[in-house]
Nanobody, 123 residues
Framework: VQLQASGGGLVQAGGSLRLSCAASGGTFSNYAMGWFRQAPGKEREFVAGISRNGGGTSHADSVKGRFTISRDNTKNMVYLQMNSLKPEDTAVYYC?????????????????WGQGTQVTVSS
């Protein structure tokens, strides 16, 4: 499956952004999906994941209560709604797919990755 992430940008602290990830070339509903991020000089980290039917989700403690992952299997899309953004959320955000039914939080298990979209939060 091929993935294309979009929706990043520059936003002030406290603002909101909605990231989108479009999937093509596979049966989207066969894949659990995840969002990861990587800040300069840091390792890629898990942000949020969702099961293939959307019934299960997981969010990193650092974003819990501020970010929400969702998916629309009729549109082959996964989203990350980001509210109350902080400067430490600044990173390149990646969507990823894994051919498993449940939520996956470890990056090494993911099969496909999008190209990343930059999110910059100014203080």
């Amino acid at each position: 499956v091929q993935l294309q992430a979009s929706g990043g940008g520059l936003v002030q602290a406290g603002g909101s952004l909605r990231l989108s990830c479009a999937a093509s070339g596979g049966t989207f509903s066969n894949y659990a999906m995840g969002w990861f991020r990587q800040a300069p000089g840091k390792e890629r980290e898990f942000v949020a994941g969702i099961s293939r039917n959307g019934g299960g989700t997981s969010h990193a403690d650092s974003v819990k209560g501020r970010f929400t992952i969702s998916r629309d299997n009729t549109k082959n899309m996964v989203y990350l709604q980001m509210n109350s953004l902080k400067p430490e959320d600044t990173a390149v955000y990646y969507c990823a797919a894994v051919s498993k039914p449940w939520v996956v939080t470890t990056s090494r298990e993911y099969n496909s990755w999008g190209q990343g979209t930059q999110v910059t939060v100014s203080s």
